[in-house]
């Protein structure tokens, strides 16, 4: 982004309805410009916020941390540069360089990063907090030429790996990876020493802009996408199957078809983690059974649901697998190597992520790979995750079909043996509660997303309460797959969040979520936060069944109606926890 791009955006207007974003940016530089680009790129990620950046002293790092703890911000932005640390690592200050003074940089370095990853556990209590290790180039403070790396350096560098290690692992902190920042702002092109000597701006503007645009990114919570559909010829593997047969087709180096065989390695990681991978392709299903029975085969076929492998358009078989899944299609990439069967897909599913795969050109593969890791890569993999495709497969096999009189839903669920383990707990946060209510799209009450500081804010409030469910029966366990919170006054209960995996439709666990509420409350009714959205139709479907009419804003529920309502549940509660 250029400059005056940036201040164009910052100076527009923010819609009315926009919401006061209190952001902490931590820095001993003079944030000039920087602010300015941090300023911008928020609005463009986040537009209905409206960014109240504070942005401290000019040289005081460390009194900005202190400050920065004291405050209460939705976001703490930190940047660490050498000088930071100590004066004699930058250049605005003439220190000593002569060795025996440089001689106790190690050890004062490593006292200021303890500091820093104390004060950083701190904020991190109140909020998601950016963090930015030094990028800018050491000066030329020691006695070996520049291109061999001497003892002072390799040991300053070392602390700030320590720091980075050490930081990683807490809760709400999150590192800004130095490789992608040298991929798209090379160190040579960062430091503009007549700006950092004549104002302390210490950046040239297009790094000043990549460092920004890049601290935005780490800081949004984007929900990852949750599925990957592929084609197999000439994708999954190179050659024709159906031509060349199973034997034939290829993914390794002696074919000069390794790049394929990278491919599937990915698309396994990307399964163990939880991400659906599903097969679309035009072909002979014997074939491609044979060839998925290769022992040299990356990708394993279990690793793989739904194969949707026919003659029929592509558009049929991406549709067959979101059904099978559950999942909208905004949630879901597609690809392949055909650019007419993308536009084929995408001409039915506008909403859906369709991606070449280059075949002949082995860095284009690995920047592919390198998307989609961006698009489907999570903080933390959970046990949920790893539940997935057990689940979705279990579901498949054993749902009944509902037009059948011989085989009903009910008593499907009733031979079932499912089992609620509902938790009202508070402490300790549950991360997966919050990424429940961020990723959750059909059965949310009102599409509201929080971040991080806004959640425990809310949750700090004595009057509100959390519920969690979790869910398993006789074909395994989906994890906690529902999340509901709100307030409690006297007999009225207040929801104002309610969400619930798509995984867990049609097992009736939503009238299990209210059968726990006005039983350990008492409640005599509930009311429901509700705002329709584009994409809630499942949980406006089951509120409007219980209300007799569609929801409307604050929807009212008496514990009479529901008795009345609801429908049968054959589950049995586990395990129920109080605050």
Partial sequence: MKLIQALETVRAPHPENAKAFPVSLVCGFNPLHFETFLNAEMRLRWPDRKPEIRSGS???????????????????????EWS?????????????????????????????????ESAVRDLAQKCVVAVSLPTLPLPPINHTPGWRANHLELELRSRIAELAARLVDIANVRILSSQRLDELSPLAQRLDVRSEVNTGFPYHLDAASTLAK????LSADDAPKKGLITDLDDTLWRGIVGEVGAAGVSWDLDHRSHMHGLYQRFLDSLASTGVLIGVASKNNPAFVDEAFQ??????????VFPMEVHWNPKSESVGRILKAWNVSADSVVFVDDSPSELAEVQSAYPGLECVLFPA????????LLERLRDLFGKSSITAEDSLRLQSLRSKYSSDPDTSSPAHSIE???????????????????????????????????NGRRFTASEWQRYLADSNSFLQIVSYQDRYGPLGKIAVLAGR????????????????????????GCLD??????????????????????????????????????FACLSREMFLQRRLETFHRTAELIRE
Avoid at 521 to 549: K, M, S, V, W, Y
Wanted: proline share 6%; with cysteine.
């Fill in 360 to 367: 002949m050109e082995p860095h284009l593969v690995y920047g």
């Fill in 214 to 217: 890049l601290l935005v990114s």
């Fill in 294 to 303: 290769r022992k040299d085969m990356i990708l394993p076929a279990a690793s």
């Fill in 58 to 80: 000019y040289g005081d790092f460390w009194g900005n941390l202190q400050r920065a703890k004291e405050a209460s911000p939705d976001l703490a932005v930190i940047i660490l």
């Fill in 84 to 116: 930071d640390l100590d004066p004699r690592l930058g250049i605005r200050t003439v220190g000593a360089w002569t060795a025996p003074a440089l001689r106790e940089l190690p050890e004062f370095v490593r006292t200021r990063t303890d500091w820093l």
């Fill in 516 to 553: 726990e509420l006005f039983d350990k409350f008492a409640a005599t009714q509930i009311e429901f936060d509700f705002c329709a959205t584009d994409r809630n139709g499942p949980l406006r479907e089951f509120l409007a069944h219980l209300l007799g009419e569609n929801p409307t804003a």
């Fill in 488 to 511: 409690h006054e006297r007999h009225t209960l207040r929801v104002d969040t309610w969400v619930m995996s798509c995984r867990a439709f049609g097992r009736r666990i939503e009238y």
């Fill in 411 to 445: 008593s499907f669920l009733r031979e079932a043996e499912s089992e609620l383990t509902v938790s009202l707990a508070k402490e300790p946060l549950d991360p997966r509660a919050l990424e429940l209510i961020n990723k959750t799209n059909q059965f949310n009450l």
